[in-house]
């Protein structure tokens, strides 16, 4: 269609019926005019010219023929003008509108503004994203720092043993001082690249639009750098902890050794202070003492440190003065594999139990209360025999008690509570012992009646060699007083 539009103007182009003339003939390749006779009309050419076919030989111009001149008279002459015109083929596409282009050229336009809105927004993102990651990597700082905080604590009070006069290393908490400002140094750098980061990406965002590929690829570059900076500061921080890792062990380490310098002076002084209370305590009590407990409480008890050997056979004496009827636990021996390896008690109105490796012996002694009175218990492990003698006289007597048993080593000697547990120090107060009790004694031997009658008679000084009552063997606790000895003063008087 657009190719038949093209030769229609280019034939009215052409022709103009009120020509006088027309070009040169030379140039369109016009033949030389012939006279036609009156009546002749206008014949057009092949219809293909107008189509601008292609002959065997080549391409051939369309052509017309028209008819030129004036009416004369009778002899006048008619004259025929014909012209070959040349017409060349448009390629499709070319003759399109004005309108159509501009269209085209406004969609291409706005497909580069839209290239370029999508690249800002893209920068944009990226900003946001490294934006995220430096506040991140603000708060492992944060974290880190306080971790570092703590370190200093721990450093703070190693310093302050030192000071007091321990062995210690200033060296050390010198790094952790170094390792700190690192740190620090670190921080103020990852800030610093943040502040730099929020306004390259503000420009970023402004600038994008006039060129959104250079800047693209600018902050590519720089948010490669800016991210590998960050990785270099992380795996230097990651040393940097490590580092004040090891120094927290070996402080740690140190630390240890130091508390145990510092328990070993205390034993020591402990020791020396213990010392110089019993001899106080020896010189307060020239003729002996006794341990006083006022009242009923799960935290009025006393230890005999002396160590317990093995033994096959024993005598347990003492002087007692109870305050009411029912006694409670005046002694407990306790084991790491029996807390009842030796027990002498009174829980209820009735009879005393005494136990040996939680095997019971019950016998009743009637006991005066707010009276000095002497008892001694007995047992020997080849049959298990036991006796009780009350003032130097025997009041029960048994066997089959723990046969063969041995009473084991290493326990800890309790008197006025009955221990659940080996060095467990939690009491129950309606089994505690209340009164007084003096002259606690323990030999590896059954005791003659001559020895048991000299003890109650206060007769004989003897002491156990198991162990033996004096002042430098036994700590009280929880408000046992030790009070001067009173339990020979009726027989002094009966003596006088």
Known sequence: MVAFIGAVICIIAAVHSGSPAAPPLTQ????SPAPFSPGSVARAGALDALHATEAPGGPEAPTFYGLTGGVGGAGSEQRVIYSRLLC????PGQCEPKAVQADQQQEDEDGEWGSLRAAAEELRHTAQRQQEEIRADRRTIRELTGKLAECEGTGGVVQEERERGMMGDEGRAGAVEELERAILHMKERIERLESEMTPLAHNHTETGQK???????????????VQRKVEDLEGELKRKMKMLEEERKALRKETQKHQEHIDQGLDAVHQRISSLEQGLSENKFPEGYRL???????????????????????????WLRPAQNVLGTAVSYA??????????????????EFIINNEVAQFTLNLTVGVWQHVCVSWNRRAGVWHAYLGGKLKGEGKDLATRHSIRPGGTLVLGQ????????????????????????????????AELNALAHCSTGMLGNVVPWNSREVEVFGGVTKQPAEHCSHHASIRQ
């Open 418 to 449: 009955e221990q659940s547990s080996m060095s467990g120090l939690r009491f129950v107060a309606s089994r505690a012992w209340i009164g007084d009790l003096s002259q606690f004694n323990i030999w590896d031997r059954l005791l003659t009646h």
């Open 292 to 318: 006083s407990f006022p009242m009923r409480s799960n935290s009025m008890y006393a230890v005999v440190k002396h160590s317990i050997p093995a033994l096959h056979a024993l005598t347990l004496c003492m």
């Open 88 to 91: 060349t083929p448009v390629p």
């Open 335 to 352: 084991v790491s594999e029996q807390s009842h390896e030796l027990v002498l008690q009174q829980l209820v109105h009735g009879p005393i």
């Open 211 to 225: 060129s959104a590929g250079r800047a693209q690829s600018g902050t590519k570059g720089q948010g490669t750098v």
């Open 28 to 31: 369109n390749r016009s033949s």
